[in-house]
Nanobody, 126 residues
């Protein structure tokens, strides 16, 4: 079991940047088969895929809506996964969650992840 603690959310203006962190505890952080995902959920909507990174590579995947603006990375020494978010706009406002799983069947499917952080609120004013 992996425990995840998410942080870094806040209130920003459109065009600003934020970096979210997801600190993990557990011996499986360094497994080459571990996949880390970022998802977001706005009120009244489903939890949507944002980005994912695979330890083995590392390889990353992004939702079209954030491609070119967001960057996911991992720091194995700190057992932490980051989501750097640039040029934020009001449509990016949501609660952001990090998740992880060994070999999820589909990286963009939240149901494929079995470990979740508590979420952090990102608010973007126009």
């Amino acid at each position: 079991q992996v425990q995840l603690v998410t942080s870094g959310g806040g209130l920003v203006q459109a065009g600003d940047s934020l970096r979210l962190s997801c600190a993990a505890s557990g011996r499986t952080f360094s497994s080459p088969f571990m996949v880390w995902g970022w998802f977001r959920q706005a009120p009244g909507t489903e939890r949507d895929f944002v980005a994912a990174i695979v330890n083995d590579g590392p390889r990353s995947l992004y939702a079209d809506s954030v491609k070119g603006r967001f960057t996911v990375s991992l720091d194995s020494a700190k057992s932490t996964v980051y989501l750097e978010m640039n040029r934020l706009n009001p449509e990016d406002a949501a609660v952001y969650y990090c998740a992880c799983s060994l070999l999820p069947r589909r990286l963009s499917d939240p149901n494929a992840y079995n470990n979740w952080g508590q979420g952090t609120q990102v608010t973007v004013s126009s």
